[in-house]
């Protein structure tokens, strides 16, 4: 067997997985149940392998000899399942293996890295403003303060991961050269600022207009969501962050532990 180079699996992962099933119309079981269940199989045990394109469900349809509709439902429940990704002008994919964070006052660009991914971060916007009523609440600094305002899309691999906002006051704030190339979190250290708590909230929503266009996701896909606010080792505000992310491939793990006097 001649070796596979990253090229050539990267050519592979873009070729249209076509499913070679036949369907038994005298069956009980539903058309797009007798496409999703192999689907399912093939996806689960790894023989299609994550990121893999599939066969769009106008050529699934028309090929299956089946309607449209049915085809979209077989692969809506694989969606569903969590097995299929669909992002509009990226088509339907295997999903990719799963981010799964932990809480902790780290950052999303190291964690990515440590578990080997590949990232990348496109700046959005950089610009220095100053603080308003709202901003001066968030970072508990005086109004008409000079902060950094700033954007960032992460990707992780081949596929976008987080739309995230940040306001940082300017006199701790990385360059934007330093954004692109490291975390947040390592410009704050090369700052000799020393992060010592957050405030996180984690929610979700649906995504708007622009999250699903810079995000890749389809309509009506939500979004989770983390708000958090960081404090270096004097008590400072140092950093308020406002992020979405890709719910399909997203996940924030925490540990709970229980008090030694409590019985469940």
């Known amino acids: 067997m001649e070796p596979v180079d990253s090229h050539s699996r990267e050519d592979i992962r873009n070729v249209p997985y076509v499913l070679d099933i036949t369907l038994d119309r005298s069956s009980s079981d539903p058309l797009h149940a007798q496409i999703s269940e192999p689907l399912s199989v093939l996806i689960t045990s790894g023989a299609i392998p994550p990121g893999r394109l599939l066969e769009d469900e106008v050529s699934l349809a028309k090929r299956l000899e089946v309607s449209r509709p049915t085809a979209r439902r077989a692969l809506q429940d694989l969606v569903g399942r969590g097995l299929l990704t669909r992002r509009r002008g990226a088509g339907t994919r295997v999903t990719p ?131 958090r606010t960081s404090y270096d080792s004097t008590g400072r505000v140092v950093e308020y962050g406002k992020h979405a992310y890709t719910a399909d491939r997203y996940t924030v793990r925490l540990t709970l532990v229980a008090e030694a006097s409590q019985s469940v």
């Open 97 to 227: 293996t799963h981010v799964h964070r932990p809480i902790a006052l780290t950052s999303l660009n190291d964690d990515l890295r440590a578990a080997g991914y590949t990232t990348r971060t496109d700046v959005l916007s950089y610009e220095v403003i100053l603080a308003g009523e709202e901003e001066a609440d968030l970072l508990k600094c005086p109004m008409g303060s000079e902060l950094v305002k700033i954007e960032r899309l992460r990707w992780a691999d081949e596929d976008p991961l987080g739309l995230m906002s940040n306001l940082i006051p300017v006199d701790v704030a990385p360059s934007l050269t330093d954004l692109v190339s490291k975390g947040l979190y390592q410009g704050f250290t090369e700052r000799s600022v020393h992060l010592a708590s957050a405030d996180q909230v984690v929610g979700a929503r649906p995504a708007s207009d622009r999250e699903r266009e810079l995000l890749e996701i389809e309509d009506h896909s939500s979004v989770l969501t983390i708000e």
